[in-house]
């Protein structure tokens, strides 16, 4: 990223403290609704909804089925705010605004991002309308020198050369497969590896094979910048994939994937997917001496 697409720290405290002036909530979890999966943001009780126009120096969300706003609310007695409605790259957003309301979150008080988003499946074992807890992810822009964290480094938020060995709470995954295996939906969850690509486009089909191959499990177009940067400035991590298809890895496959499907598999599974998070936010830092 150029200089000229950096976004100073006071941008992002002016925007906080908007937010803050404007709402007595003060939420200890974010969540990013992915494609189809705004109704997250739904169950909020107590709702406060602010537009993302409305909001001094956010971003605008261009996607069908992304509605642009952010939404506090309490979920299971527990302060939550809701971006229903992503930045994504292949909007022209430079990467800095795409993942804006990350660090927006953090000055807010924030300390644990679920991140969630509809991709595409490599793993063979994986069909449309599964689940997968993201493991890990392969951040190709990222691998290839498009980072939100490049540019001079924000002392305030976190360190020049960020570890990302161990981004995707460990913790918060095992009580997520717990939780599956109460609520008997324990079958059509994985854990897996999120790969983002830039997009607009589907994959190629040799792409495809490229990916699987690589050991992707889950492909998509979102994600990996809002982690990195949750990641840098000490924020807890948790994410989802919803499996809305899967990729195509065989020339003779006449099946091509359309986003409308993409949102029709959301909203069968929005049901089930939003359990698993209320239970989560539920149950999260219960009894648990090693959090502070
Ligand atoms: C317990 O606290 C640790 C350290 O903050 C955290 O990483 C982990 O996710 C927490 N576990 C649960 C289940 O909340």
Redesign the pocket.
Known sequence: MHSKDQISHDAYQQTADWLLSQTKLRPQVAIICGSGLGMLADALKCQEVFPYSDIPGFPQSTVHGHAGRLVFGELKGKTCVCMQGRFHMYEGHSLCKTTFPVRVFKLLGVETVIVTNAAGSLADSFHAGDIMIIKDHVNFPGLSGLSPLSGANDDKFGPRFPPMSSVY????RR?VLDIAKQMGVAHFLHEGVYAMVGGPNFETVAEARLLHRLGVDAVGMSTAPEVLVASHCGL?VFGLSLITNKVVKSYDDSQSVKHDSVLEVAALRSHTLLQLISELVS????N?N???
């Open positions: 709470d460990r913790e918060l009580l807890r149950r999260m830092d219960e648990n090693t959090h502070t």
